[in-house]
């Protein structure tokens, strides 16, 4: 299979969780429901140039109904083409409920950025600026005058026309000079500062420069009406340690008018970009939701995922799919289900007493009840996982609940040379129901939602309302619903596990089968999502689509069968338009099937993380990481992809690419090492580092056979000059 391992499986029980293995110990995050605080802050919902100019990136529609809250961008004066400036982003955003944080030091300009230039220059741009966001004041959060000053401003601490003896006394000195100018000439724009780039308090100096900043700040008559700063760092632990232990004991120590000040995190996340850690966070939902945890616990009021990928994409929760479209993948739906969550906060205790003592688990969540239903976000973790509810009594929950499990599935191509989670994420049409059912809440007010492999990329969602019907969800298919043939339905008590009233077991024999009636809108290549149990050990299913074999899907082993514990697994399939019959058989081994899930196939294979020979990783116009394969100049330059095929058979392989010579160029298609076809690239106009970037993309195709299952397609120059974005594998 390419598509990775979608959903983590979820086992649900009223009250009591399943029996596990007496060495297994099972992490355990308690809801208390019975606690009520105050709002949801949506202190997370920013990102760092999330929102650009070009009409390519962050169209108003996605804007108007998810996620950000808070944006930062650069002021554009002196670099009028940078697209994420404020003043060319705000007509965008107005409207909306973005709010930008306008940089000024942007403004210094130099490389690295931020050199100083001496008081004339700065004192210039902190005027020109301050004027110029006054006609989109109604998009602004606040102007941050510095980012990052404690230490950035290169060749500040060597002028010795700024007064004091040292970088922060000349700083300070600094900042009450920017806020006297920016007041002179708006006298009530919110400010934020320090914003520094690291505030470790307990480390030696932290604490005393944030000290003479705020006494500095408090006799200058320069308080800021909002205090921040970074957390940038692979826990976001680090938060809650500076914010309570230090920062606010300080501000009351210091009489700080004003205070408490409102806390923005002006960017968040870790500094890592190791693909084997969870720290290639950004957009990612089980990374992501650890932060907001954080950020709604300890009542901070703004924050901002830091950028490490590309501009424009909300945080790396879109993808672009050709001429200029974004869709959102699995990071999008999470930030809209913490975006649409309303109501009261509940707590979230993500400590874990254990026999082995207490320990801080990787998984975090964040709650709220509305009134009617309490939704819990969570996240962060590899394995089994209970969530706790308690004091479901106090909220008016007993006896039956509805009880509903979604998923949000950040995939990675297992297949791909590129192994950073963040550059995985397919766009994704929505999220995934697990489990829709009615429940028993016990005698205490208690109900135990154990999630069993919890995948630490994915996000969950768990609601627990009133009793009532289950949702319908179109492209999920119930197995106990389908047409079995010497199979057996189970249900009842053996169903508690399930995804609705049951699954089907015994499909034992020669003759055994689940046939599934599944209807799409088009004919195409289609993602199978099948919930399974395999207690025996690994299986398979031979896999048919009316009538016609499409291989088998396989079934890791699990630790028991549908009544202990389900997994899930993928497989894709070939449909045509309107009503399919999909049939499972039996292969090899023994599997259960509690449902599957059915929908359009939206992977792309983009050539940056292929194997790529004699040519360059290289980015779009303005991004931060590959794009694209270029310099495919040489006789043996080639890219090689790992694609999926749902059977043997002809497919049409389409190529995203850029041709910015005048002549018609080719590369040779290679399936399994022998040539098959030849990809013929006309003139696009332009190479693909134009400022248009994915609109300068154009498309070719060819057919070629493919075996069922993995397949290696290799494009290897040939004539002239091209340039290679993306691959995708679709119907002839």
């Not at 900042?175 to 480390?203: C, H, K, M």
């Not at 420069?209 to 970074?230: C, E, S, Y």
């Not at 706790?388 to 297992?414: C, E, H, M, Y």
């Not at 039996?586 to 983009?606: F, I, K, L, M, Q």
């Amino acid at each position: 299979m390419i598509r990775a391992l979608g959903l983590a499986a979820v086992v649900i029980a009223g009250g009591l969780a399943p029996t596990t293995p007496l060495a297994a110990v099972v992490p355990t995050v308690v809801v208390n429901a019975g606690t009520l605080g105050g709002p949801l802050k949506k202190a997370g919902l920013g990102s760092l140039l999330g929102v650009t100019a070009r009409t390519t990136e962050t169209p108003a529609s996605l804007l108007s109904q998810t996620h950000l809250t808070v944006s930062q961008h650069m002021i554009a004066r002196w670099n009028e083409g940078e697209r994420a400036g404020t003043e060319v982003v705000a007509p965008k955003v107005r409207g909306t409920d973005v709010r930008m944080i306008a940089r000024f030091n942007d403004l210094m300009g130099g490389n690295p950025w931020y050199q100083w230039q001496g008081t004339a220059h700065w004192f210039e741009r902190v005027d020109e600026a301050t004027r110029r966001v006054q006609p989109y004041r109604d998009t602004l959060l606040a102007v941050a005058p510095f980012n990052e000053p404690d230490n950035k401003l290169h060749g500040l601490a060597n002028d010795g026309a700024v007064p004091g003896g040292t970088y922060d006394e000349k700083f300070n000195w600094l900042w009450t000079q920017t806020v006297r100018r920016i007041r002179s000439i708006d006298a009530a724009i919110p400010i934020i500062g320090p914003n520094w780039e690291f505030y470790l308090p307990w480390q030696a100096g932290q604490q005393q420069k944030m000290r003479d900043f705020l006494r500095n700040a408090v006799d200058t008559g320069t308080v800021p009406q909002l205090i921040g700063w970074h957390n940038l760092g692979p826990s976001p632990g680090d938060l809650p340690e500076a914010l309570t232990r230090y920062y606010r004991p300080l501000e009351n120590e210091l009489g700080v008018p004003g205070r408490p000040l409102k806390v923005v995190v002006e960017e968040y996340g870790p500094q890592t970009n190791d693909p084997g850690t969870p720290g290639n966070f950004e957009g990612v939902p089980g990374s992501m939701v650890q932060y907001w945890a954080d950020l709604e616990r300890y009542d901070v009021d703004f924050g901002a995922m830091a950028i490490y990928t590309n501009p424009g994409l909300l945080g790396n929760t879109l993808r672009r799919v050709g001429g200029g479209a974004l869709h959102p993948n699995g990071g999008f739906w999470m930030m809209k289900w913490y975006k649409d969550m309303r109501g009261s906060k509940v707590p979230v205790n993500r400590w874990n007493d254990t026999a082995n003592g207490r320990r801080y688990l990787g998984v975090d969540g964040l709650a709220a009840w509305d009134g009617g239903a309490l939704t819990v976000l969570a996240g962060g973790e590899d394995g089994p996982v209970d969530f706790r509810i308690t004091g479901l009594n106090a909220r008016g929950l007993g006896g039956q609940v509805r009880v509903r499990v979604d998923s949000t599935v950040w995939d990675k191509d297992p297949a791909e040379v590129n192994r950073r989670i963040d550059a995985g994420g397919d766009p994704e049409q929505g999220t995934y129901n697990v489990v829709d059912k009615t429940m028993t809440v016990d005698g205490s007010g208690a109900l135990t939602v154990p999630l069993r492999r919890m995948n630490r990329y994915d996000g969950y969602r768990i609601t627990v309302s009133r009793a009532g019907a289950p949702g319908a969800y179109p492209t999920k298919y119930e197995a106990e619903n389908a047409a079995v043939t010497s199979a057996v339905r189970h249900g009842g008590a053996n169903g508690r596990l399930a995804s609705a009233d049951g699954y089907v077991g015994g499909i034992d024999h020669t003759d055994s089968a689940v046939s599934f009636s599944v209807d799409v809108p088009s004919a195409g290549i289609y993602d199978m999502t099948v919930r399974y149990a395999a207690g025996a050990g690994t299986a398979t299913h031979q896999v048919f689509a009316n009538g016609i074999p499409q291989g088998s899907v396989g079934y890791p082993a699990t630790a028991g069968w549908a009544n202990t514990e389900l997994d899930t697994t993928a497989k894709r399939v070939s449909l045509r338009a309107g009503r399919n019959e999909i049939r499972l058989t039996r292969g090899t081994g023994y599997a259960e099937v509690d449902y599957v899930d059915v929908r359009p196939d939206a992977h792309r294979y983009e050539a940056e993380n292929a194997a790529v020979t004699s040519a360059r990783l290289a980015p779009y116009w303005s991004n931060y990481l590959p794009d694209y394969v270029a310099g495919l100049d040489q006789a043996g330059s080639q890219v090689e992809f790992t694609v999926d095929a749902p059977a043997a058979g002809t497919y049409r392989l389409e190529v995203g690419y850029g041709n910015g010579s005048p002549s018609t160029s080719d590369h040779a298609v290679l399936v399994g090492g022998v040539e098959r076809a030849v990809m013929s690239y006309a003139p696009s106009g332009s190479w693909l580092n134009s400022e248009s970037h994915d609109r300068a993309t154009k498309v070719t195709s060819a057919l070629v056979p493919l075996n069922g299952g993995s397949n290696r397609v290799t494009l290897r120059k040939r004539t002239g000059f091209a340039e290679l974005d993306w691959l995708t594998v679709r119907l002839p």
